[in-house]
């Protein structure tokens, strides 16, 4: 069972940037496309950004330009580069397989507040 640990969330002003990183517990990690995906107030879970196991990027139109998903395969880690931070984008902030594979089971997120 794939455990998922995600760190690196806070409080940050607008226009200011923070790190996410996502820890898998198992080496299966690095088959999979990884992904980010965020859950606002009273809103769905929506995909955020996503890297195939081989460094393959996408993103959602919404943040590209602004955040950099990357992985060390090595570490089981996936990170997420957030700059431009906007106030919109506060929410909870979670990692796990592409969403065509099914997750894993949910880690706990981090949590993102963006406000001055």
């Known amino acids: 069972q794939v455990q998922l640990v995600e760190s690196g969330g806070g409080l940050v002003q607008p226009g200011g940037s923070l790190r996410l990183s996502c820890t898998a517990s198992?080496?299966?990690?690095?088959?999979?496309?990884m992904a980010w995906y965020r859950q606002a107030p009273g809103k769905q879970r929506e995909l955020v950004a996503s890297?195939?196991?081989?460094?393959?990027?996408n993103y959602a139109d919404s943040v590209k330009g602004r955040f950099t998903i990357s992985r060390d395969n090595a570490k089981t880690t996936v990170y997420l580069q957030m700059d431009n931070l906007k106030p919109e984008e506060t929410a909870i902030y979670y990692c796990?397989?592409?969403?065509?594979?099914?997750?894993?089971?949910w880690g706990q997120g981090t949590q993102v507040a963006v406000s001055s």
């Open positions: 796990n397989r592409e969403v065509s594979y099914g997750p894993f089971p």
């Open positions: 198992a080496a299966i990690f690095r088959v999979y496309p």
């Open positions: 890297i195939t196991n081989n460094g393959i990027q």
